[in-house]
Each structure stands twice: as structure tokens, then as C-alpha cells.
């Protein structure tokens, strides 16, 4: 398994930034894991040029949840804040 350290940190400082309750490490490699299954299924789609034929209802489900999900703006929050600390 990848190391996540330096994305689980983001997500920590995010969470701790947002009041949220941070996923232990173990569920937040597997949140991880699916959210890079789903951009490398897409990325392969582009390369192959084939998007359109992939499960629209399952791209616009995958679209909605990354933009409402806590745990995406958490990793964006901390990543924001390295960034600007750095």
C-alpha cells in the first residue's frame, strides 16, 4: 500500500480546521484508495477516449460526492494551508 502520510497529515490539519472528527488512518487509506480508483478509471477512459461510454450515473454519483464530501474538503483545506504556510 502507498504511503499516505504526507495526505493524511492534510486531511488531519483539515479535519482539525473544519471541527471535524478525523477518519482513523486505516479508513482514510481506503476513502483514498477509492477516490484514485475512480480518477485513474477515469484517466484511462480519457486516454482511450472512450468517457461517454462510461456509467454516466456513476460519474455524476462519484462528481456529487467529491464536491459535497467532508473528507475531500478536509484534504483541501490542509493541502491550502501547506501550500501557503510553505
Do not use: N
Amino acid at each position: 500500500m502507498a504511503d499516505l502520510t504526507r495526505e493524511y497529515g492534510w486531511y488531519r490539519t483539515g479535519c482539525e480546521r473544519l471541527g471535524q472528527m478525523p477518519l482513523a488512518e486505516a479508513e482514510f487509506a481506503a476513502r483514498w484508495q477509492e477516490l484514485e480508483d475512480h480518477a485513474e478509471r477515469l484517466k484511462a477512459a480519457e486516454a482511450e477516449g472512450s468517457v461517454a461510454e462510461m456509467d454516466a450515473a456513476t460519474r455524476a454519483e462519484m462528481q456529487r460526492r467529491i464536491q459535497d464530501d467532508p473528507f475531500v474538503k478536509a484534504v483541501l483545506v490542509g493541502m491550502a494551508e501547506e501550500q501557503s504556510a510553505g
